[in-house]
């Protein structure tokens, strides 16, 4: 069965520091992968996707970014955090296609100080 | 941007009770699908309608999409404990890696 690993689950980070969260699927081969962010009591915003290894795409600009190195690694990274990047940072896969629900990780809860 | 907006916000009800959710969304939808966050947790797929569907049932779950309104609902009957959780809608439009875009959800705390 697929699995989906994020990494650590807590996180709490001076401004301007570096960040480097991980996600991995196993279980499947070429997934689509998404980074999302949650503010606290809101929903979910898309941050990035990716259909391949080294294909990323943005969906806001940000202070974030993402990269693929592997088929099943997804990794979230910023060179200098600010307060705003705060929050709930879910990874999830999917099998691609629009009818194939989404498979979230159990997310990252990031603090800036 | 957010698409779906789930309404109410919060709602308490009590064990064994009916639960009734509400989504409105903006834009054609290919798909809308319902998923369930426990605090602190990652979400959950529970269902997926079809934009050519009226209504589907899954367990004790029950939605309904409406296109020509653009709304959406969720009901869980038979309430327990257990189904304390956020309920969030999200609508597959065809966007960018099919990508969901997902409302801001409801808050559902069941009373036992």
């Known amino acids: 069965s697929q699995t989906i690993h994020q990494w650590p689950a807590t996180l709490v980070q001076p401004v301007g520091s570096p960040l480097s969260l991980e996600c991995t699927v196993e279980?499947?081969?070429?997934?689509?992968l998404y980074w999302y962010r949650q503010a606290a009591g809101r929903g979910l915003q898309l941050l990035f996707y990716s259909v391949g290894i080294g294909q990323i795409s943005s969906e806001v600009p940000q202070n974030l970014s993402a990269s693929r190195p592997q088929d099943r690694q997804f990794i979230l990274s910023s060179k200098k955090l600010l307060l705003s990047d705060s929050g709930f940072y879910l990874c999830?896969?999917?099998?691609?296609?629009?009818?194939?629900?989404?498979?979230f990780g159990d997310g990252t809860r990031l603090s800036i100080l | 941007s957010q698409q779906g907006e789930e309404d109410p916000q919060a709602l308490s009800i009590q064990e064994g009770e009916n639960a009734t959710m509400n989504c409105s969304y903006k834009t054609s939808i290919n798909n809308l699908q319902w998923y369930r966050q426990n605090s602190g947790r990652g979400l959950v797929h529970l269902i997926l309608i079809r934009s050519n569907e009226r209504e589907k049932h899954s367990g004790r779950l029950r939605v309904t999409l409406d296109t020509s309104k653009k709304s959406s609902s969720l009901l869980i009957t038979a309430s327990r404990a257990a189904d304390t959780a956020s309920y969030f809608c999200a609508t597959a439009s065809g966007g960018g890696a099919d990508g969901l875009t997902f409302g801001k959800g409801t808050h559902l705390i069941i009373q036992p």
């Open positions: 279980g499947t081969s070429n997934p689509n």
């Open positions: 999830a896969w999917s099998g691609g296609g629009l009818e194939q629900p989404q498979h």
